[in-house]
């Protein structure tokens, strides 16, 4: 054997077998990871790729050296940058694998290599485009909005940084409720297809995968950067529907791999069907939490405990009395003190908390795992309404930052519309139902005689369904009451334009 | 590994660096961005801005409303290949 040859990775943590689902793996493909072969199928990200070959320190942090695995899986934190083919800073979580990938592990900042250098590529091509309408983002919000408004004839552009598009409903695997229209009974990823294939359909709807709409400038203008372009994209309205990102926990070893957002292992284990570890603990008793924790059972994973800070379980009864029933412990007034391990998670230390919240001295306890999720909800990512210059509310009911909108979804920047997650977190169907809302309601403005009229009957039937039924149930009043606060009537609206000027309109 | 509790992934910024930067006199909180570059890294603060501010509220009895307050968003919003900035030269 030559000296410098380096094994293949041999570990698999893909799941062959799941109790509900079938994972269709596209062809294989093989890339290097630091001159070892790896296996992946087409489909798969490098960053899922990696963690299913059991690699689970992707860089180390740039100041204080520390190890950093995958945390959110879906493009908004940091914890996957590494190295691919000589590009440093690559978020691995939305990169595609393809066959001959060089990746390497980065410790802190890497800077870019210098423009000269062939693996930067040349300079990007750049386009301009009109478009009627620009949706940015591609979740649940997203395609209901852009197939509405290509019923109306609209001419759309819809963006998505991933090269999937479907957002967060493609590693949902409950079952929706609901009437037809709202896809009662499809399991979140079966929604996507739905909608994904009825996108597919319509010819005046134009898709840019793997983009990044990167800011709002004078003019009305927002730019667009894909991998080899830039678009100058001139719309006459936007719908911002970005989604959300997980909340960040304070505890000690926070950041050591292996700790990862409920949502970061939904993407790893029923998205690609990887096994995200052998034993975990949930931190966060909501709804994510307690649905998650039996997805991990589902797919073959030990749920050692779930812990609740507040002295109630936070998510609905009955997905609470199913975890009960296959013996995993709810600890309420109970919290993460300390993750333990040097490059991965090897256990946690949890403790009680009394009621203002303070741990009870002497009620520490050491919990074996290898995986510890943090089920600790969701934040509205609504960045590019704030950089546009969006009036914002921080709203702890929905999650935090959120533009202050009339009942049409509207912001202050006219012709600047949110939906979905972005809005204020609630869930998939409110968010395909909001995709509708503004989609109607730039129709109404946009089309004419007849058609402007049945958009206008249709804008005022969802929104009555949206305020006046759904939200009327009492799981969700939180939200409700969150939604209510900072949702204005259209003269609110003209003062509060008139005391904070918006700094751009499109037209 | 020194047990820490990291609030910014990005730039290594532990939640004892914000607590002593506020006991230290920062009563602004665009400084004690500034100061330690809190949602300055590649993430732009997606998950270092609301703990930090949280922290901050509580330490100095502000809401957190008022806390993000002076908090701008600048483009690019998230991170973009350098290319999409470079033209040829000439003009």
Redesign the interface.
């Known amino acids: 054997m030559l000296w410098w040859f380096k094994s293949p990775l041999e570990s698999d943590r893909r799941l062959w077998e799941h109790p509900i689902l079938s994972f269709h793996r596209g062809r294989k493909v093989k890339f290097l990871f630091e001159g070892r072969e790896v296996e992946a199928y087409e489909g798969e990200s490098v960053a899922v790729a990696l963690y299913a070959a059991g690699i689970n320190v992707y860089s180390w942090?740039?100041?204080?050296h520390?190890?950093?695995g995958p945390?959110c899986m879906i493009g908004?934190?940091?914890?996957c940058?590494m190295v691919v083919n000589g590009v440093p800073?690559v978020r691995t979580c939305r990169e595609p694998v393809k066959d001959g990938l060089m990746v390497e592990r980065q410790a802190g900042?890497v800077p870019?290599p210098s423009?000269h250098n062939d693996s930067?590529?040349?300079?990007?091509r750049e386009e301009e485009l009109r478009t009627d309408v620009l949706i940015v983002g591609g979740g649940p919000a997203g395609l209901a909005a852009a197939i509405k408004l290509s019923e109306y004839g609209l001419d759309v552009t819809l963006v998505d940084?991933h090269f999937k598009l479907g957002g967060q409903l493609l590693k949902q695997t409950h079952k929706f409720f609901g009437s037809q229209e709202l896809f009662g009974g499809l399991r979140g990823f079966q929604v996507a297809e739905k909608l994904i294939s009825k996108l597919r359909e319509v010819s005046n709807v134009r898709i840019f995968t793997e983009t990044?709409?990167?800011?709002?400038?004078r003019g009305g203008v927002v730019?667009l950067?894909s991998?080899?372009s830039?678009v100058w994209v001139k719309p006459r309205a936007v719908i911002a529907s970005t989604g959300a990102?997980e909340?960040?926990?304070?505890?000690?070893?926070?950041?050591?791999p292996g700790v990862i957002g409920a949502g970061g292992v939904q993407t790893l284990m029923n998205e690609f069907g990887v096994k995200p570890g052998e034993e975990a603990l949930v931190v966060g008793s909501g709804n994510v939490g307690v649905i998650v924790s039996y997805q991990l059972l589902q797919a073959g994973v030990k749920v050692r405990a779930v812990l609740e800070l507040l002295p109630e379980i936070g998510g609905w009864f009955v997905h609470a009395a199913k975890l009960r029933r296959y013996g995993v412990p709810i600890l309420t007034s109970h919290t993460i003190k300390?993750a333990l391990g040097?490059e991965r998670v090897e256990g946690a230390v949890i403790t009680a908390v009394d009621e203002r919240f303070k741990p009870v001295e002497g009620s520490e306890e050491v919990i074996k795992c290898d995986l510890i999720l943090l089920a600790v909800g969701l934040?509205p990512?609504a960045?590019?309404h704030?950089?546009a210059g969006a009036v914002m509310?921080?709203v702890?009911e929905l999650g935090?930052?959120v533009p202050v909108r009339t009942e049409y979804l509207e912001t202050s920047v006219p012709s600047m519309y949110v939906a979905g997650d972005a809005s204020g977190i609630e869930e998939a169907t409110t968010a395909m139902v909001e995709g509708w809302v503004a989609a109607l309601a730039i129709a109404s403005k946009m089309v004419d005689g007849s058609k402007a009229e049945k958009a206008l009957n249709e804008l005022t039937k969802y929104n009555k369904f949206l305020w006046s039924e759904y939200r009327s149930s009492p799981v969700i009043a939180r939200a409700r009451k969150g939604k209510e606060s900072v949702t204005v009537t259209q003269e609110e609206m003209e003062r509060l334009r008139a005391t904070y000027p918006p700094p751009i309109h499109f037209r | 590994m020194k047990g820490r509790i990291i609030i910014c992934r990005c730039n290594d910024v532990t939640l004892e660096d914000v607590e002593k930067a506020i006991d230290a006199g920062i009563d602004d909180f665009e400084l004690l961005r500034r100061y330690l570059r809190l949602g300055f890294g590649p993430c732009q603060g997606r998950s270092c801005l609301a703990i930090a501010a949280r922290v901050f509220a509580r330490k100095t009895g502000k809401k957190v409303d008022e806390v993000l307050s002076g908090w701008r968003v600048r483009p690019p919003i998230v991170p973009i290949n350098i290319s999409a900035f470079i033209s040829e030269g000439g003009d």
Do not use: H, M
């Open positions: 942090s740039p100041s204080l520390r190890p950093r945390f908004k934190c940091s914890s940058f800073n900042w870019p423009p930067i590529g040349s300079q990007s940084e990044t709409a990167f800011g709002v400038f730019g950067a991998r080899d830039v990102q909340r960040y926990l304070d505890f000690i070893n926070n950041d050591l300390a040097s934040e990512d960045r590019l704030a950089q509310k921080w702890p935090g930052l």
